[in-house]
């Protein structure tokens, strides 16, 4: 057993060596991210190994206020990290958008995909409930960061084009268009990259970890385009109700853009968090 | 007949106008320095921003009685950068009948729109190949095939050389007092103002100096 312990230290170290290189670099560019870089591994390493313990205690004590409870955790601090992860200091009603948006279209796919895909009995198996819905979660929060990311800066960026249209009278939905429709291709392009890549470019994580554990490749394959699909639909669907509700935020209630939402300081430099 | 009447206005901390009308079917310039506020004061009358205090009204009706959308459409705003869209010069000047919802303008009335701004280019050109100039007098013509009541225009003649701005402002003023049409323009050249104005706004430190002196 040691040995075991042993080894998987030194090559997690390796690991840590290796993204220590990569702060190295960085920094040697002059790219200032190192601090970004450390800190989310730092984080990464205490939230995996509390979960794990979390874990390991919820699916020995299965009961669904626990699994609802770790579904809302998840939730919460996704839409936590949307915010902070925004280039800029959002706006209230932005904020209450990314909510809205992620807890509707997170919740709608993941009780579709449990009660009517998988027929989990009980609906609260955190073994299954737990892992899908952080999949769930963890994709729609990148979509919808990207898309954040990519309304403010189109907001911005094409302020002109947009006022240039309103000035001849177009509503703000029409003004925006473009710029919605951009927020949409940024936000999707992940998912659907990771789609088209599946099986050639990269074994996706659920299934390696499944063929690892010993489940034969076919049932492996058979979650894995299943997950996927459950994964296309929210993040799809958190992405489009966040971009149509998204950028009426940018304008008043005389359709006029406001951009003063967010702080430009912040979002030129675009500081961490 | 009064198209727009400003009363106790202040916007951004630039603008302060006690009381200021400008005329329905009348050319009026605002001149002044930079700074002194002729934009702001030309995105007020697009709605494009509202005042901090004061009232504006168009056409007798005061700015919270009309959607800022319907309001837009009938005062056009042409800003000094022309904003150009993806696609040929004809699309460029039947997307404001598009944005305001309004039906197609017909190949020869984009045409003469066209000849009204002293740009004669093939309708399927690609607009983005055009010069400042060019772009500038596009953006104009796009507001023109609208026919709203009122044009907006600030310096829509920035970018041309003498000889053209003097011709697309004479057949403009032609044009728009045949149709009974009101432009306001920001303009920065004296001679435009004398010779084409019908009145004249004088912004200082964004102040209107009189109000809307009639030019003989």
């Not at chain 1, 390493?45 to 009961?63: C, D, N």
């Not at chain 1, 390696?208 to 010993?214: E, R």
Request: charged share 20%.
């Amino acid at each position: 057993m040691n040995g075991t312990i042993d080894l998987l230290f030194w090559q997690l170290a390796a690991a840590y060596l290796f993204v220590l290189v990569l702060i190295v670099i960085v920094r040697m560019k002059g790219i200032p991210r190192e601090k970004e870089i450390f800190i989310a591994a730092v984080r990464m390493t205490l939230q995996l190994i509390l979960v794990g313990y979390l874990l390991v205690y919820v699916f020995g004590h299965a009961h669904p206020a626990y699994t609802l409870l770790l579904v809302a955790i998840m939730l919460a601090f996704s839409i936590r990290t949307v915010i902070k992860r925004a280039k800029g200091k959002l706006s209230f009603a932005m904020k209450r958008c990314i909510a809205l948006s992620m807890t509707s279209g997170i919740l709608v796919s993941l009780v579709y995909f449990i009660v009517i895909v998988l027929r989990l009995v009980p609906w609260y198996e955190p073994r299954y409930v737990i892992p899908i819905a952080g999949m769930i979660v963890g994709n729609s929060m990148t979509g919808v960061a990207l898309g954040v990311n990519s309304l403010i800066e189109g907001m911005h960026g094409q302020k002109n084009k947009v006022e240039g249209a309103l000035m001849l009278g177009a509503t703000p939905r029409i003004a925006a268009r473009d710029i919605v429709n951009q927020a949409f291709d940024a936000a999707m392009l992940p998912t659907i990259n990771s789609m088209v890549g599946m099986g050639i470019v990269f074994l996706p994580g659920m299934m390696t970890g499944q063929i690892l554990s010993g489940t034969s490749p076919i049932v492996a394959v058979e979650y894995q385009i299943a997950i996927m699909l459950g994964i296309v639909g929210s993040v799809s669907l958190s992405v489009i109700l966040f971009v149509q509700l998204g950028y009426r935020t940018f304008f008043n209630r005389r359709s006029q853009l406001e951009l003063q939402n967010i702080d430009k300081q912040k979002h030129r430099t675009a500081k961490a968090e | 007949m009064t198209l727009f009447r400003l009363k106790e206005v202040s916007a951004k901390g630039v603008l302060s106008i006690p009381e200021l009308t400008i005329p329905a079917n009348k050319v009026t310039c605002i001149v002044g320095e930079s700074g002194s506020g002729k934009t702001t004061l030309l995105r007020l009358l697009n709605q494009l921003d509202s005042p901090d205090h004061g009232e504006i009204w168009f056409d007798q009706r005061p700015s919270n009685e009309i959607d800022p959308i319907e309001w837009r459409r009938h005062a056009v705003m042409v800003p000094q950068a022309p904003i150009l869209f993806k696609g040929t010069i004809k699309d460029n000047l039947q997307i404001g009948l598009s944005f305001a919802g309004k039906p197609e303008a017909s190949d020869e009335q984009l045409a003469e729109a066209l000849r009204l701004v002293c740009l004669e280019k093939d309708l399927e050109q690609d607009a983005a190949n055009l010069s400042g100039g060019e772009q500038q007098r596009l953006a104009l013509a796009r507001a023109i095939v609208m026919n709203p009541a009122a044009l907006l225009l600030d310096e829509p003649t920035s970018a041309l050389d003498e000889d053209t701005a003097d011709m697309v402002m004479q057949r403009l003023t032609a044009f728009v007092r045949k149709r009974g049409m009101t432009v306001v323009m920001i303009t920065h050249s004296r001679h435009i103002a004398d010779t084409y104005a019908d009145s004249v706004i004088e912004m200082k430190n964004g102040v209107p100096q009189g109000n809307g002196r009639d030019v003989q």
